[in-house]
């Protein structure tokens, strides 16, 4: 059986610390939020995967070296990972060094069910102050909004808005660009106006506050397709509302 395509997930937190209990608390939170589910596999140079003893050790092993190294699920036919790295300062967005987290899941019915959940526990896990969860086809239009390209000067397909490097936006808090699930930390909603009850009626009838104060926005009702006109338009009027996110 072949496994749909993936949810694409990455929240940006504060730079890992010694003795850093962040990354244990990620993976725990991604296992209570998709009940059943078990991130105790790594995967060795051939592709495989190696159960890892003492995970929680190991761990905290890891994130003194700055990293969440990738783990799985250890189900080739249905494959979820999740890994951190560190983000220099010079490629981060206030010129300070930034934790990364980045999850891929199956999208299909109980991960769309409970993908909410998943984005809350692995950023507030990670104490971040924003990320986002879309499902990978539209993650690839988006990630063609950052400019400049290696190839020359931005061109983002379907009319959708050029956004800096993340390395010239200002302050951390300023989300790089917007997906079908966004977190939103408390500064983070702040430093962006959100919510402005005025202008965000349609947002925040999709919309909860988190446990630290945070807001979970979703977009559309159904994850993200560009390839509907209602869902692009969706996009455009959330990057029109916000215009801090991608430091335009």
Known sequence: MTA???????????????????TLAVVRGVELALPGLRLEWEIDKEGRPIEVPQREAWLAETATRGKLPLLCNGDESYPVTISGMQRFASASAGGQPQFQVHAKLPLDTAVIAAAADVLVAVAEGARAYWGQATPDEAAGDIAYQTAPTREGPPSPPRGLPALKLFEHIRSPEIPYYLGWLNYWSEASARAIGFPDPARDTGLLSRARRTA????????????????????????????ERFPEIGGR
Do not use: C
């Open 212 to 239: 630290t104060g945070g807001w979970i926005v979703q977009l559309t009702e159904t994850p993200l397709n560009l390839d509907d006109p209602a869902h692009l338009e969706a996009l455009k009027q959330a990057y």
């Open 4 to 22: 749909p395509p993936p949810l694409i997930l990455n929240v940006f937190a504060p730079a890992l610390v010694r003795n850093d209990s962040r």
